[in-house]
């Protein structure tokens, strides 16, 4: 498979996966995974590929001279980072890019310029979507200058209509009755003795009777009292006896 040239190319959004390796990945072959010939981020001419033709061990990197993978950090069994570097010397490297692979998918990181142009071009699109609404709301009339329209006036101004109430359909009535029925199961109803009641009942009802009755003593000595007021002779009078009268003759 040819190489491929990151310049031409933006593998920033896009992924890669083999599905066949991924239940089998580990720190020891996790570099063979990434050097598939159908992965587009590995290139087909860094050290790694040489070394695997000449069946050497990853050590001859340090001696070699050019473009190589390593397995930066790895974190079992879902996180692996890859870095592709350029080795100058045995002690002198260049990171070029790095590569995560999570659950078996791989990645490319963005690098830091891609980042901040992401988040600046973000905002601008945020502040200019802020700037087309705003202008969307100006209204100008010769007359009247410019003044401001917006939503919300017409949504006050237009007459809320009153959401009519849907009946409950057959479903949902079983459904709360057979809700009714087991929760009444489950805590039955406690019955008192009414007998008990009744009985209490009429003696409060019988004591308030007695209390509102007067005693019988009570009410023979108010029947006999008005018999003797009528039966006492009355007073004297205060007047004099008329005077009599001389007869002519």
């Given at each position: 498979?040819?190489?491929?040239?990151?310049?031409?190319?933006?593998?920033?959004?896009?992924?890669?996966?083999?599905?066949?390796?991924?239940?089998?990945?580990?720190?020891?072959?996790?570099?063979?995974?990434?050097?598939e010939r159908s992965n587009p981020f590995y290139d087909r001419t860094c050290n790694n590929e040489v070394v695997k033709m000449q069946r050497l061990t990853l050590e001859h990197l340090n001696q070699m001279v050019g473009v190589e993978y390593i397995l930066l950090h790895a974190q079992e069994p879902i996180l692996?980072?890859?870095?592709?570097?350029?080795?100058?010397?045995?002690?002198?490297?260049?990171?070029?890019?790095?590569?995560?692979i999570i659950a078996g998918v791989v990645?490319?990181?963005?690098?830091?310029?891609?980042?901040?142009?992401?988040?600046?071009?973000?905002?601008?699109h945020g502040v200019q979507s802020a700037f087309d609404e705003a202008m969307?709301?100006?209204?100008?009339?010769?007359?009247?200058?410019?003044?401001?329209?917006?939503?919300?006036?017409?949504?006050?101004?237009?007459?809320?209509?009153?959401?009519?109430?849907?009946?409950?359909?057959?479903?949902?009535?079983?459904?709360v009755d057979?809700?009714?029925?087991?929760l009444r199961s489950k805590f039955p109803p406690t019955f008192y003795q009414v007998a008990c009641l009744i009985y209490c009942i009429d003696s409060v009802v019988v004591e308030v009777k007695k209390e509102s009755e007067p005693p019988v003593e009570l009410v023979k000595q108010e029947e006999r009292e008005p018999a003797t007021k009528t039966s006492a002779p009355a007073p004297p009078s205060s007047k004099p006896p008329p005077e009599k009268r001389a007869r002519l003759q």
């Open positions: 498979m040819a190489s491929v040239d990151l310049r031409d190319n933006n593998l920033l959004g896009i992924s890669w996966v083999d599905s066949g390796w991924v239940p089998i990945l580990n720190p020891g072959n996790v570099l063979d995974y990434f050097s692996y980072i890859i870095r592709k570097q350029q080795r100058q010397s045995p002690t002198q490297v260049i990171p070029l890019s790095d590569y995560y990645y490319q990181a963005p690098d830091l310029g891609t980042v901040i142009g992401s988040r600046v071009l973000s905002a601008v969307s709301y100006c209204r100008y009339h010769p007359s009247k200058g410019y003044w401001w329209h917006f939503k919300d006036q017409e949504e006050r101004a237009k007459p809320k209509s009153k959401k009519k109430e849907e009946p409950s359909s057959l479903f949902q009535r079983q459904r057979t809700l009714l029925l087991d």
